[in-house]
């Protein structure tokens, strides 16, 4: 027998990473508290902080259910510690560098709920220090030569033209709202890539069940970008690297990993190796071959995602 009340006022389980942000984790949950929704729990996963918030959450969020990995899983991993412990019906997965506006999640629940082929929704987001100005009102189609797609709305003063809700091709890992059976059925978020390109591989993986993403504008969470890691660092050079290849990988029918591959030969290694050394930044150049690297090495040798087979020279 169905719990009526259960489903009348569903659970929504709130999960944020914490990475050596405990200031930044503590302003989030102060906009958590100011929701209208109230049938939330809160879960702040620490991924292998160097000093962990257990003391700062313990005495002053007492609501929140705090978990710690004893290591950096990465955006995936440590979200799916998230999520493997949630109790609620519904999930919303959202950076800890976010503050939520008050009826933030009441919004995504009540497009969630107004349609069953509704695999994911996500917030419109704008950027915490220029409040009127958007960072994503939804993604383009991936180029299936290039694997670069657009970001909707980025860096447009938000003057009501993404007012609409919209379907979406990937959701923005910086808040994504999905339920517990969408989860059941498509699985955790894959955790072969460790940071950049997951949620386009989590979005990817809803639509081909037979789901489509939604972008749900009258929910708006702003967001203090790049808090993690730099802009411009040669970490990101490695992950966007080998994760764009990854996604492919995965992805991409078998023709259009060959035209891919044949791009990144002939376009995409000889630009960026030309730009990056006429701009002196070698550790970047050395970040790129790595990610390259990761792709080729022999299968005695790749521990690292093992989930994915390297490609066997």
Same mark, same amino acid.
Request: aromatic letters at 12%; charged letters at 20%; hydrophobic letters at 40%.
């Given at each position: ?13 709130? *999960? ?13 949950? $102060? ?9 939330c729990e809160?879960i702040v ?24 990995? =004893? ?21 919303? &997965? ?10 933030? *999640?009441?919004? &995504?629940?009540?497009?969630f709920q ?9 917030? &419109? ?20 030569? +290039? ?30 709202? +999905? ?26 993986? *809803? ?6 993403? $939604? ?14 890691? =730099? ?34 030969? =002939? ?35 790749? +521990? ?10």
């Open positions: 027998m169905k719990n009526t009340t259960r489903m009348e006022r569903p659970v929504v389980s709130i *999960i944020t990473v914490n990475f050596n942000q405990a200031a930044v984790t503590a302003d989030f949950l $102060d906009s958590v508290r100011r929701q209208f929704y109230p049938h809160v996963v620490d991924n292998g902080s160097s000093e962990p918030p257990a003391r700062l959450i313990q005495e002053n969020y007492p609501e929140v259910r705090y978990l710690e990995t =004893g290591r950096n899983l990465g955006f995936s991993g440590g979200n799916n510690v998230g999520l493997r412990a949630a109790r609620g019906d519904y999930f919303l &997965l959202v950076n800890n560098d976010t503050e939520l506006t008050p009826d933030m *999640i009441h919004t &995504l629940l009540r497009h107004s349609d069953p082929g509704i695999g994911m929704v996500c917030p &419109l987001i704008r950027y915490f220090e220029r409040p009127d100005l958007i960072q994503y009102a939804g993604y383009t189609r991936m180029n299936p030569m +290039t694997a670069r797609n657009r970001t909707l709305g980025q860096f447009e003063v938000d003057r009501g033209q993404y007012a609409q809700p919209s379907s979406t091709w990937f959701a923005h890992g910086a808040a994504m709202f +999905t339920s517990r059976e969408v989860v059941e059925k498509v699985g955790f978020m894959p955790e072969e890539y460790f940071l950049y390109y997951e949620e386009l591989d989590w979005s990817a993986s *809803i639509r081909e069940a037979g789901y489509r993403i $939604d972008l749900e504008p009258r929910a708006v969470v702003f967001h203090k970008e790049s808090l993690s890691v =730099g802009k411009l660092s040669a970490l990101k050079t490695y992950y966007m690297t080998r994760n764009r290849i990854l996604f492919m990988r995965r992805h991409a029918t078998w023709w259009s990993l060959l035209i891919f591959l044949a791009y990144f030969a =002939g376009v995409v290694i000889p630009v960026h190796t030309t730009r990056l050394l006429a701009r002196g930044q070698r550790d970047h150049l050395k970040a790129f071959y790595r990610a390259l690297a990761w792709h080729i090495r022999p299968m005695s040798t790749a +521990t690292e995602h093992s989930g994915v087979p390297r490609l066997v020279l």
